[in-house]
Every structure is written in structure tokens, then in C-alpha cells.
């Protein structure tokens, strides 16, 4: 009884772990930091692409432990959060706060044996997220037009630890994957409303599920589009994007384009949870044509 007991234990500290520190969000933001990485480096280095790996996940880690115990009291109000290890009481503050620390130390200290500015833009990552986004969400809807900043920043940084540079290319990257930040926290927003609600948190750009709110997601989604294809037309640097791939990534943004469209017509929160799907397909399978159009050119 003992043993199955322990056994019982140790799994779940190691859900709680995954839960404090958003296991799939932060290896999904580590995905992005890769995919930044190949694309800026000339030679790809295996220990410079571990050493990312360890640092991105420990930035992320530590920005979503904080997030947590800033949290806690609104994170038990919903129903999506109220089962997370601090606010069930699971783990204490202390030991949340520990394990963010640590975090911030090892991820800023593993992005610097990358690169001063690998570190610096963690750096800036884990203090905007936590020290104005977090703040902000309970007061205004501009917390995701500052939430998107430190979003943005893991396809940026891989270049960055690739090329130890600051220029056009991780700019485009940047902005990419800012604009899509939108429609994709909008549709989450969306479908999400009433439990939001129950924390006090207003997502939505009109703080309604209205058609203002609809329209932005459209002119968004546009934006990131736009953005998407402008290495095609050689004004990024040494970021380039065949015209094949260029179609390839125009075609995944109109799919997005649609479920943005779809969530205009029917204003639902079937529609919404649709577009956040479609939108991380997008971003993911964007990274993808980009990284292998690189290889195969």
C-alpha cells in the first residue's frame, strides 16, 4: 500500500511539474526557438541547438511559474485553472517560487554560454511577461498586444543564438509570429469568455464577443499573412523564401483566413476553438515549410 502510495506520489509531482511550468506551451515556444535557429545558422552546431533547447524551456518554465503564484487566488475562480497545483494547494507559493527561480538563473545562465543577446532577450522575455503582462490582464485588453511582445521573442531568439545579431531577419521573424499572436489569443479569448469572466480576465479587444471583436481578428490574420510572404521578395536579408514555398505558406495563411472569417459569420464558440486550431497549424507547419525550403534551396 505504501509503495503504490509513493508511486501515486511521485506521479503526481511530476504532473504538478509539468502543470507549474506548461510543459506543451513551453516546448511548443522551444520548437519555435529551433526553427529559429536553423534558419539563421550557417552551420548548425548540436551543442548551441541543446543548449537553446534547455534555455527556452527554462525562460518559459520560469515565466509560467511566476504567472501561477501571481495568479493563484483568480486561477482557483476557473474552471480551466483551478486544478493547477497552487491554487489547489498542491504545491505552495514557496515552492512554486523556488522552482521559478531556479528556472530564471538556469535559463538566463544557459542562453548566455549562447550568447549575451540570447540572454538579454530571455531576459526581457521572462520580466515582460511576468512583470506587465500578468499585472495587466485583469485591468485591460491592451495585456495581449504586451503578452505578444514576449510570445514573439522564441522564433526571434533562435536566430539570434544562431547569429549573435540583431537585424531584419529576426525582425521579420519577430513580427511574424507577433501579429499572429492575435488572432490566435482572440480565438482563445473567444471560446473561453465565461470562464475568463469568472477571473476577472478581459481578453477580447472590445472585451465583448461582438463583430469589432471578429473584424480585428480578420485584419490580424491579414497582417501576419502579409508578413509571412514578404521573404519571397528578397527585402529580409539572408531570411529568404522560395516562390513554391512562399505559395505553400500563403495557402496555410488562407486557411487560417477562413476560420477567422467563419468566426465573423457565426460569431460561436465552435468557430473560435476552430480558428485557435487552425492557427496553431499554421504557425507550426509555417516554421516547418520555412526551415526545410532553407535545406532543400
Known amino acids: 500500500m505504501s509503495t503504490a502510495n509513493t508511486t501515486v506520489q511521485k ?9 507549474i511550468t506548461k510543459m506543451r506551451l513551453s516546448l511548443s515556444v522551444v520548437f519555435s526557438a529551433i526553427a529559429g535557429y536553423l534558419l539563421g545558422a550557417i552551420q548548425v552546431d548540436l551543442y548551441t541547438l ?4 534547455f534555455g527556452g524551456y527554462f525562460m518559459v518554465g520560469a515565466s509560467n511559474a511566476y504567472n501561477q503564484i501571481i495568479e493563484k487566488d483568480l486561477d ?3 474552471d480551466r485553472t483551478k486544478n493547477r497545483p497552487v491554487p489547489a494547494g498542491r504545491m505552495s507559493k514557496r515552492s512554486a517560487f523556488i522552482i521559478a527561480t531556479i528556472f ?5 545562465t544557459v542562453l548566455y554560454i549562447i550568447n549575451e543577446r540570447t540572454a538579454m532577450y530571455g531576459a526581457i522575455s521572462i520580466f515582460l511577461y511576468t512583470c506587465v503582462y500578468t499585472p495587466l490582464k485583469t485591468k485591460t485588453p491592451l495585456a ?3 503578452g505578444a511582445i514576449p510570445g514573439a521573442i522564441p522564433f526571434m531568439l533562435g536566430w539570434v543564438a544562431a547569429r549573435n545579431d540583431f537585424g531584419i531577419e529576426p525582425g521579420t521573424l519577430f513580427a511574424l509570429q507577433f501579429f499572429w499572436q492575435f488572432p490566435h ?6 471560446f473561453l469568455y465565461e470562464d475568463y469572466e469568472k477571473g476577472g480576465f478581459y481578453m477580447l479587444p472590445t472585451r465583448k464577443r461582438d463583430k469589432g471583436t471578429a473584424v480585428q481578428t480578420i485584419m490580424y490574420t491579414v497582417w501576419t499573412i502579409l508578413i509571412s510572404i514578404i521573404p519571397v521578395f528578397g527585402f529580409t536579408g539572408d531570411l529568404k523564401l522560395s516562390i513554391v514555398a512562399g505559395v505553400i505558406v500563403f495557402l496555410l495563411g488562407l486557411v487560417m483566413l477562413y476560420y477567422a472569417f467563419k468566426l465573423l459569420r457565426h460569431r460561436t464558440a465552435k468557430a473560435a476553438r476552430q480558428l485557435m486550431l487552425s492557427s496553431v497549424s499554421y504557425i507550426t507547419l509555417l ?7 532553407k535545406f532543400i534551396r
Request: glycine share 6%; hydrophobic share 70%.
Open 185 to 190: 489569443f482572440w480565438a482563445i479569448g473567444w
Open 104 to 108: 530564471t538563473i538556469l535559463g538566463i
Open 11 to 19: 506521479v503526481s509531482i511530476i504532473s504538478d511539474f509539468k502543470e
Open 287 to 293: 516554421q516547418i515549410v520555412y526551415v526545410v525550403d
Open 76 to 78: 482557483a475562480l476557473m
Open 50 to 53: 541543446i543548449l537553446l533547447a
Open 144 to 146: 495581449v498586444f504586451v
